[in-house]
C-alpha cells in the first residue's frame, strides 16, 4: 500500500551504521539549525535525526520529535533516557489526521516519510501553522522507484500552495 508506515518491526533498520554513513545526519542538518532553535522531526521513527537535532539545537534548544506510532516513540525515549538530551526531546503522538503539533517551531524535518501521508494537503496546512516566519523546512524523499521524481515535484508544489517556500538544493 502506498501510504503503510515502516513498521516499529523494522525500526533498527533506520537507524545503524549503514546509514549513518550513507545518510550522515550532521552533515545533512548543520546548515539548518543554531543554538537555541525549536526543531520538529515529523516521522521521526527510532529517532535517527531527532537525537543529532538535539545536539544541534544545544541545551537551550528543543527538539519535538513526532511519529504516529507509539512503538518508533518508545524506542526513542529508551535510547535518550537518563541522558542530557531526555529534557531537551519532547516525544509527541501523532494521529492519522493531525500532526498534534501547535508550538511554533524554527525548523522542520521530513525525511523519507512524506509519501505515506495519505491527505497531503491537510499536512502541508498543519506544517506551515507551526512553521515561524523565518522558520525553514527540509523535505527529503526517496527518489527513482520509490518516489518518482514527477511525483516529488507534485509534493513540492502541494507544499508551496499552502504557504512553504521551495529553495533548490
Given at each position: 500500500e502506498r501510504n503503510r508506515v515502516c513498521p516499529v518491526e523494522l525500526a533498527n533498520s533506520l537507524d545503524n551504521k549503514v546509514r549513518r554513513w550513507i545518510q550522515n545526519p550532521q552533515k545533512i542538518l548543520a546548515p539548518y539549525l543554531k543554538e537555541?532553535?525549536?526543531?520538529?522531526?515529523?516521522?521521526?521513527?527510532?529517532?535517527?535525526f531527532s537525537i543529532e537535532l538535539a545536539k544541534l539545537v544545544g541545551e537551550a534548544g528543543k527538539v519535538i520529535a513526532a511519529d504516529l506510532q507509539q512503538g518508533m516513540l518508545q524506542k526513542l525515549q529508551d535510547k535518550i533516557k537518563g541522558s542530557t538530551l531526555e529534557g531537551r526531546i519532547k516525544l509527541v503522538k501523532c494521529e492519522k489526521d493531525t500532526i498534534n503539533v501547535s508550538e511554533a517551531v524554527d525548523f522542520i524535518l521530513t525525511f523519507y516519510m512524506v509519501h505515506e501521508v495519505p491527505d497531503k494537503n491537510i499536512f502541508f496546512k498543519q506544517l506551515y501553522g507551526v512553521l515561524k516566519d523565518q522558520g525553514q523546512y527540509l523535505l527529503v524523499e526517496p527518489k527513482r522507484f520509490h518516489v518518482p521524481q514527477k511525483e516529488f515535484h507534485s509534493t513540492v508544489a502541494l507544499a508551496e500552495s499552502n504557504g512553504l517556500e521551495s529553495f533548490p538544493g
Open positions: 537555541g532553535m525549536t526543531a520538529l522531526d515529523i516521522g521521526c521513527g527510532p529517532g535517527f
